[in-house]
């Protein structure tokens, strides 16, 4: 049974992670590190909870003697590492706080397992030879890209960070790779698009759609709408970091992405209607549609115009395909949300 640290698993994309990964494995116990910030919620891991190959800890990534104990009690023998302020909002108004956790606690976290799992650099202790930190992080670390469609995130873009968030993962990303080309720690870096489906916070672009059009309030939409963002379904990231961390090449990066480029008007647009066959005109507070709840707000600073990757190198050299479509992926989206506001 080998001990797999994985941190910030009671956020979006980490609670999504841990059941899928318990039912597909029986030979891993999951070691759940996260410090509960306004972004975590132990309710989305209630089905986990007790689980017997399952343990939460809460606790800070950046506190190295926390860090240091969990891998001497339970040996770990891996590290996935999803724990990250990740709001880029919040960037913009307290920056500090991101740097301290992207940037100090990621190296907390490599610096612990490099010691722990190794004798001198490029040299692996003989019972944590095949021991490797894999480091989660986003699209936002590669800037914006143009307006031309064959214009895509690869893995050899050069970052061009542009919000206090991206430059805190964009920093995260350079720590791990450091520790790849001086100490020889067995790492790999996936890079995603923007995640959407079940357990995502609620100041989120698409709960946000949700839960504002069924409460009747204005949906907020940041300057003309227009910006492009592609996006992936969690289980299918999901899936994607299952088959990186076992199978990815030593030291490379992959991209994750939907292939579903949309604006952030047509997102609106499809919850909306979604929305108005689902929900009767009763409970409609008064609307004929939710689409005329649409509001346009000041934009935000630092505002990217369009992120798309391009997964090819996942794709081929892994065989990873994404399960779900947007279509697909948005009509379980809301019905997990519905589900949620209305009970």
Request: glycine fraction near 6%.
């Amino acid at each position: 049974m080998k001990s797999i640290l994985v941190t910030g698993c009671a956020g979006f994309i980490g609670s999504n992670f841990v059941p899928y990964f318990l039912e597909k494995y029986d030979d891993y116990r999951v070691i759940n590190l996260d410090l509960l910030t306004y972004a975590g919620d132990l309710d989305n891991l209630k089905e986990v909870q007790d689980h017997p190959r399952y343990k939460f800890i809460k606790g800070d990534i950046c506190n190295r003697n926390l860090v240091e104990f969990i891998f001497e009690e339970y040996d770990i023998q891996g590290v996935i590492h999803f724990a990250a302020e990740s709001h880029v909002d919040n960037s913009i108004k307290n920056p500090g706080v991101f740097v301290e956790t992207n940037v100090n606690g990621t190296y907390t976290l490599l610096d612990v397992a490099k010691n722990f799992w190794m004798e001198k650099p490029f040299v692996y202790k003989k019972e944590y030879q095949n021991c490797r930190f894999h480091h989660i992080s986003t699209d936002e670390v590669y800037g914006t890209l143009s307006d031309d469609p064959n214009d895509l995130f690869r893995e050899d873009t050069p970052y061009a960070p542009n919000s206090p968030y991206s430059a805190s993962k964009a920093s995260s990303d350079m720590i791990v790779r450091s520790y790849k080309e001086t100490y020889g720690l067995n790492t790999v870096i996936t890079n995603c698009s923007n995640n959407y489906g079940p357990k995502q916070h609620d100041e989120k672009l698409i709960p946000t759609i949700i839960r504002n059009a069924i409460n009747g309030n204005p949906i907020p939409i940041y300057g003309d709408g227009k910006n492009i963002r592609d996006w992936l379904y969690v289980l299918d990231h999901c899936k994607g970091i299952d088959l990186v961390y076992h199978d990815g090449k030593n030291g490379e990066t992959y991209n994750i992405g939907g292939r579903n480029e949309r604006t952030n008007l047509q997102i609106v647009d499809t919850i909306c209607s979604i929305l108005d066959q689902r929900v009767s005109p009763v409970d409609r507070i008064g609307k004929n549609s939710y689409k005329e709840l649409i509001t346009f707000v000041e934009d935000r600073a630092g505002h990217d115009r369009r992120y798309a990757i391009d997964a090819t190198k996942l794709e081929n050299e892994l065989g990873w395909v994404a399960d779900e479509n947007f279509d697909s992926g948005i009509v379980k989206t809301i019905e997990w949300y519905l589900s949620k506001y209305y009970n």
